[in-house]
């Protein structure tokens, strides 16, 4: 059983980067499919972005196409989210997820393993 961690978030300026990332402990990470997640107040938790277990395919929320991108690094446990030309709109808390030999899922439903989330606030 994996337990994500994330780090990398934080306070940045509209037109901004950040890069977030994840880090597994207790299983072996390319072992399973990662998703991004973010929850802003009061809103549901929503799809960012995924990377299925074999690291064959990856999807993106419309809303941030072109600008994101899910990367890993499997000798280091670990999967980022590069996120480039930032906007207020993506100030939210931030969730990494994992399911063992999984697909790429938009719903929080389909994983599994959640860590507790990072904040990234964008000001204008």
């Known amino acids: 059983q994996v337990q994500p961690v994330e780090s990398g978030g934080g306070a940045v300026q509209a037109g901004g980067s950040l890069r977030l990332s994840c880090a597994a402990s207790g299983g072996i990470f390319s072992n399973y499919a990662k998703g991004w997640f973010r929850q802003a107040p009061g809103k549901e938790r929503e799809f960012v972005a995924g990377?299925?277990?074999?690291?064959?395919?990856?999807a993106y929320a419309d809303s941030v196409k072109g600008r994101f991108t899910i990367s890993r690094d499997n000798a280091k446990n670990t999967v980022y989210l590069q996120m480039n030309s930032l906007k207020p709109e993506d100030t939210a808390v931030y969730y990494c997820?994992?399911?063992?030999?999984?697909?790429?899922?938009?719903?929080?439903?389909?994983?599994?393993?959640w860590g507790q989330g990072t904040q990234v606030t964008v000001s204008s």
């Open positions: 990377i299925n277990w074999s690291d064959s395919n990856t």
């Open positions: 997820a994992a399911k063992y030999y999984g697909d790429i899922y938009y719903s929080p439903s389909g994983y599994a393993y």
